[in-house]
């Protein structure tokens, strides 16, 4: 098998073909496989290793927490309706997953911009048991069916070992292979392609959602996948005075403070308090969803070390998410897949190429 500098273009495009022939002829009765595509591409990111190449098994239970992640704000009234009701994600009616989330919203009295976090500190035993049934939801739908496209099963993504017959008393069982066994072709490129993947799974998922419930106003994107940006206020002071006071970018004091996901939102929507920093209006504007040069890569790896403690208490605080070994895990996965000569954003307008090493030293510092 090529290593992951020497993948040739010509596999990557065959991979992508067959990835749009899945989009454009599987069979979509609910938004289920766009929310399990994307949730697989973050698990590569997240469990990547120290060479930032996903893992040859993912676990359903890592898939199911990142497809609540993606359902999570889908499952609050949709303010764009006449009666605010919550958006149908299914030709049938509503998706099994969207009615578990917000049963468990409703019985633990969660207000509608609460975050899992919250969730799972306020209800604990509730949250496990709402990933336990995502899990199975999973496990018995789209997994065992997602790259099925033209009447036949092409497994160019993943093998699993049970089909949509699958009952929960086998997949319980203490010897039954519950993995989710990815493709080198998928180990390859699933990170490789995210960046031009996500977006086009997310307009389709957009699309897929104005259809079922008729909306004539398709620009659902910001809704369904955005971030809420006056929430960040809430950690803006508290990361401020970790950074002293100054811009995470530039080290100038800080005069107009706006906090950014280091790792771009449209690169992986991680929320983590790990993720995220303080820059002045104008380099933040400047960094856009760049990624950054080494210097502000050494940076910040530096500070989730020195600051893991104060982080953590930041987050508590503001009962706010922290993931400092899965947000590493994306960043090294990001970084070290770029190749040599790829554009980093330094300052201004001024851009530095990529370099292997560079990048792995920084990471390391």
């Not at 811009?247 to 995220?276: M, Q």
């Not at 790896?301 to 922290?322: C, G």
Request: charged fraction near 25%; glycine fraction near 4%; hydrophobic fraction near 40%.
């Amino acid at each position: 098998m090529a290593t992951r500098g020497e993948v040739h273009d010509e596999s990557g495009a065959a991979f992508a073909e067959q990835l749009l022939a899945l989009l454009d002829e599987g069979s979509f009765s609910t938004t289920y496989k766009y929310a399990l595509l994307l949730a697989l591409i973050d698990c590569c990111f997240e469990h990547a290793g120290a060479d930032g190449r996903p893992p040859a098994t993912l676990q359903p239970r890592d898939v199911a927490h990142r497809v609540l992640a993606l359902y999570w704000p889908q499952a609050v009234p949709y303010p764009g309706s006449d009666e605010a009701a919550v958006l149908r994600q299914s030709n049938t009616g509503q998706a099994e997953i969207v009615s578990a989330v917000r049963t468990f919203r409703s019985k633990s009295d969660l207000p509608a911009g609460a975050t899992r976090s919250e969730g799972a500190r306020r209800d604990p035993v509730g949250f496990e048991r709402l990933v336990d049934e995502i899990e199975w939801k999973l496990v018995e739908m789209p997994l065992p069916r997602l790259q099925r496209a033209a009447g036949s099963l092409r497994p160019f993504l993943y093998v699993v070992h049970w089909d949509e017959h699958i009952r929960k008393r086998e997949y319980r069982g203490p010897d039954f292979d519950c993995g989710i066994h990815l493709t080198d072709a998928a180990r390859d490129h699933l990170v490789r392609f995210a960046g031009l993947l996500r977006p086009l799974v997310q307009r389709l998922w957009s699309d897929r959602v104005a259809q079922y419930n008729r909306l004539p106003n398709r620009q659902l994107d910001e809704f369904l996948f955005g971030v809420d940006r006056l929430t960040l206020v809430r950690v803006r002071l508290a990361l401020s005075e970790l950074q002293d006071g100054r811009c995470f970018y530039t080290g100038e004091a800080l005069k107009s403070p706006e906090v950014d996901h280091f790792l771009p939102w449209a690169r992986f929507p991680n929320n983590a308090i790990e993720n995220l920093v303080v820059a002045n209006k104008a380099a933040n504007n400047q960094k856009r969803a760049h990624l950054v040069a080494p210097e502000h890569l050494a940076r910040w790896h530096e500070r989730n070390e020195r600051h893991r403690a104060d982080l953590e208490r930041v987050a508590s605080a503001a009962t706010w998410e922290t993931r400092p070994s899965e947000t590493t895990s994306v960043v090294r996965s990001v970084y070290l897949s770029l190749r040599d000569g790829s554009p980093l954003w330094l300052r201004h307008r001024e851009f530095v190429e990529a370099q292997h090493d560079e990048i792995a030293a920084a990471l390391t510092s």
